[in-house]
């Protein structure tokens, strides 16, 4: 297991992004293994080259550091809403220290520490959802801070746009019109949709990026306690992310709901190369 991520670690005073790993499992509805989603991009990372093709760069070059990894099951064992107040106070100092953060999950609950404390800052925030699932649901067996009511409780704070989505209840499709969301389903992509075009006409700017890493085919992403068939495929979310980040001012993101499976070592990589594309493309700006 490497040290650090992609082995490499600035000092925080020279650093301009920061990793802050949240191993939080609590809430999951079917295949579990997400707070083990940290340790695995860790060790993944090792093996992503530093030299972007795409970006002709070095990223991590303009400086990276990382929160401890720490114990899944301490961090399990805490509330959603401890869980919430801890880690938005870890981000909240590196926003304030003028870093860039990513939180690595995690189920997708984790989402709400980075943007609660991202939103304080930027009350006019707006919300890129990658995702299968709409997460719309008010509460899920009776917890309204399950995985499957993330994006219902960024809504009551920010407008949001989903992208990828492919399984929702008639709960939330009737939900729907009356929520601050924009969507966009998987099969509009295929039937030819062009994903920045949406962006650019319902996203505002600031924003907050939460990539849900099942809004991925299973074919290339089978490491997800919820897979859906018909997901994206990489060079798609690649392209959407290349206009994000050129067109909008993204302040924080997560990654999230990475399950991994031992000896499959593709998705874990995925995710690795996904969070060094995504520091290139934000410390390139």
Not at 72 to 93: D, E, H, N, T, W
Not at 186 to 208: C, S, T
Request: proline fraction near 7%; aromatic fraction near 8%; glycine fraction near 6%.
């Amino acid at each position: 297991m490497p040290k650090t991520f992609f082995d490499v670690i600035d000092a925080k005073q020279n650093a301009r992004a920061v990793i802050v790993p949240i191993p939080f499992e609590k809430s999951v509805s079917y295949g579990g293994g997400t707070a083990k989603g940290p340790a695995a991009i860790r060790a993944a990372s090792a093996q992503v080259e530093f030299y972007d093709e795409v970006l002709r760069s070095e990223p991590y070059r303009v400086g990276l550091t990382a929160e401890p990894l720490g114990d899944p099951r301490r961090v399990s064992a805490l509330s959603a809403k401890q869980m919430i107040a801890r880690f938005a106070k870890v981000v909240g100092k590196h926003l304030d220290a003028g870093r860039f953060p990513i939180a690595l999950g995690g189920e997708h609950t984790v989402t709400l520490a980075p943007f609660s404390a991202a939103i304080e800052r930027f009350p006019d925030l707006h919300v890129l959802h990658l995702d299968a699932h709409a997460d719309l649901r008010d509460r899920y067996e009776g917890d309204p801070y399950s995985h499957a009511c993330v994006a219902r409780r960024l809504a009551e704070r920010a407008p949001v746009v989903q992208v990828g989505i492919r399984s929702y209840d008639r709960e939330q499709a009737e939900a729907l019109p009356a929520l601050p969301v924009r969507m966009l389903h998987a099969h509009e992509i295929r039937a030819g949709v062009d994903l920045a075009a949406f962006a650019a006409k319902h996203l505002g700017d600031p924003v907050y990026l939460t990539i849900d890493l099942d809004v991925f085919d299973p074919s290339i992403m089978p490491s997800t306690g919820t897979p859906e068939p018909g997901g994206l495929l990489w060079h798609e979310v690649d392209a959407l992310l290349a206009w994000l980040f050129a067109k909008r001012n993204v302040v924080a993101m997560d990654l999230v709901e990475l399950a991994p499976i031992r000896g499959l070592h593709a998705p874990d990589f995925l995710a690795a190369r996904l969070l060094y594309r995504c520091l290139g493309r934000r410390l390139a700006q």
